[in-house]
């Protein structure tokens, strides 16, 4: 998908040039995004009076459209120790080359911000998840079956 972008009425600047102007690009090559970032870390652009993520308006102007049931992963975040969170640096990253479309499954898996919930071996309410109590939804996530019975 591509977009078809015109001229800022405001500051006669193209998206693109806005784009550029408001990342700083780091030692590790990260660009890492200037302007404010939502509660949970990720940061928006305005294009055509429309918000979308930076980092998914940067691969999609850089690198061309991608399947939308896939997440924008940021690689740069991988194997990098950062425990996530809205303060993490990885999430405002715009670059394009640190940026990979992949299955929800999988970047849950990459990432280490949900490892900690992969790990636990009860639910919230002290059930096992053990092979009888677990049950597997849409991207690998777990469920209770005893809390699904009482909770609904």
């Keep these: 998908m591509k977009f078809t972008w ?3 009425r405001y500051s006669g600047k193209t998206p693109l040039d806005r784009f550029n102007s ?10 890492i995004w200037n302007k404010t970032n939502r509660d949970n870390g990720y940061v928006d652009f ?12 940067s691969y999609i102007h850089f690198k061309g459209g991608y ?11 991988n194997g990098s ?5 809205n303060s993490c640096q990885h999430r405002r990253c715009v670059n394009p080359d640190h940026l990979e479309p992949v299955t929800r499954s999988v970047n849950s898996k990459r990432g280490e911000c949900g490892s900690h919930l992969s790990n636990r ?8 998840f053990s092979k009888e109590n677990t049950q597997f939804r849409n991207g690998g996530h777990r469920r209770c079956k005893k809390c699904r019975t009482v909770y609904g």
Aim: charged share 20%; hydrophobic share 25%.
């Design 46 to 57: 305005v294009v055509n009076g429309k918000k979308i993520r930076a980092h998914i308006w």
């Design 22 to 31: 408001y990342y700083t690009k780091s030692d590790g090559g990260c660009w």
């Design 81 to 85: 120790g950062c425990a996530g969170g």
């Design 67 to 77: 399947d939308r049931k896939l997440d924008i992963d940021h690689v740069c975040h």
């Design 6 to 8: 015109c001229m800022n």
């Design 121 to 128: 071996t009860h639910c919230i309410n002290g059930h096992e």
